[in-house]
């Protein structure tokens, strides 16, 4: 047996034949084309409109945002602007394959220039004419593998188009060799509840068919299992399905201590899956989601019906909004400078909202509208706001006071920069509550893009470093008598949510898939438990031993 190390999302653990993600076609040859440019013209249009009426097909069947997603791709297929482009490579000689790939390539480097929301589009230019291609081929498109069999899917990284179609009975597992805990493919694992390892640089070598365990709870894939270790896999899978099905109980430690178990969202249509799985309330509301379809900002009207609905689906709970977090990884044309070198240390965050105060000041106004409303219905939640990427006291201040001005009760901060959590005694002087942002503040305090495949490893939150500061925060929020919750991918990692209440965090929010696991965990130790395994993990010198301590103050098995 070989291990290969990542980084394992949530505590599953699956075993299954492994099927590799093909990669990309490389670019056609552009040698003049031996057919007419009638019969190439024709044979375009016809691998064109095949790929236009099988997106559409596979969208019917997906249905919701993946049919939305994959509706937009059969436009991009059809767009004339496209097939004139195409239409003059082949007046000028090029075979059909070249033409389409030359045409699909100069869109995709509009689309990259203008960046942003559009910018992020390349990507799914790209999907179609790779399929056009291998229509005119008569290949299989590359992507997600159909073995006729479930499988374990292998792959660099996963685009959001494959993610949106994955056929969830056949994955068993993912494994990816580049990515980090906060990639597009571990956020999927986790809304999905996939067993995933995702950043396993080794796992270049898995070939198609051979048996592998992907045990996420240590971060490990398993190649040439024994029949021990695979019937040990198995007994452990079991015991997985049985804790998803135990009965939703609020979450509270083994001595009874109540940590509120709360849910990120970031569209109101996700409340009522929520709310099933036992979410109490929600910790992260992402409004940008609302922002980013849209080459303006949302007007009231629209935002204050999308708050509504959300505050309505949580009557009497607290909800946490936070206000737009704009750039970095989520950049918006009309709020964020496209040219900045390092947006992530850039103008984003409260920072943007504060150089476009009118935007910050319309949220506020439709949130405060929105409250106002259910409440009059009798369906209002207990709504708190919060401002991301704050990094100083002052912007606390400001936040807090701008958020007053328009009749918000309790108005906090995320915490997501390492000068906040050392700050976190004055911050909280004036915020009503902290949250721990752990991806951000783990990019920063590691120094590592958290987009980056090839610095994944350096994104991860059990660094003691990212623990230290969490402390900080804890300690602050205790002396104050003020809640610090956690709306990090950190808080859904059943082991690290129990050293993050023990290092005094009070509340915590994560994707509502990842709630039971985080609800058995915490039922099985005390607050003197939790306690003790946050100091093991504060004491080690790195990511992975913090991980191996507490696991043995705790006494989890480290494989399968
Ligand atoms: C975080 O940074 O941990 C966080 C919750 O915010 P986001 O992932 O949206 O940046
Ligand atoms: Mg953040």
Redesign the pocket.
Known sequence: MTQLRGVGIGLGIAQGPVARMAEPFPAPSDAPSTLDAGSETTRVRDAVAGVARELEQRGAQAGGAAQDVLEAQAMMAEDPSLETEIDARIAQGHTAEWAVHDAFASFRDTLTAMGGYLGERAADLDDVAQRVIARLRGVPAPGVPDPGHPFVLVAKDLAPADTALLDLDKVLALVTTEGGP?SHTAILAREKSIVAVVGAVDATSLVDGETVIVDAAGGLVLTEPTADELDRAHRRAADRAAAASAPVTPGALKDGTAIPLLA?LGNADGAADAVALGAEGVG?F?T?FLFLSSSSAPTIAQQRASYEKLLAAFPGKKVVV?VL?AGA??PLPFLNDAHEENPALGLRGLRALRASEDILREQLTALAEADAATRANGQGADLWVMA?MVSTVEETAYFTAIAREYGVKTAGV?V?VPSSALLADRILAHADFAS??????T?YTLAADRLLGSVASFQDPWHPAVLRLVREVGAAGRAHDKPVGI????AADPLLAVVLVGLGATSLSMAPTALADVRASLLENTLADAQRVAEAALAADDAASARAAARAALSVPATA
């Open positions: 906060t990120n992260l992402r940008e936070r977090d990884d989520k991301p995320m997501e721990i942002g752990t991806n951000d503040l990019q709306c990090g991918e950190a």
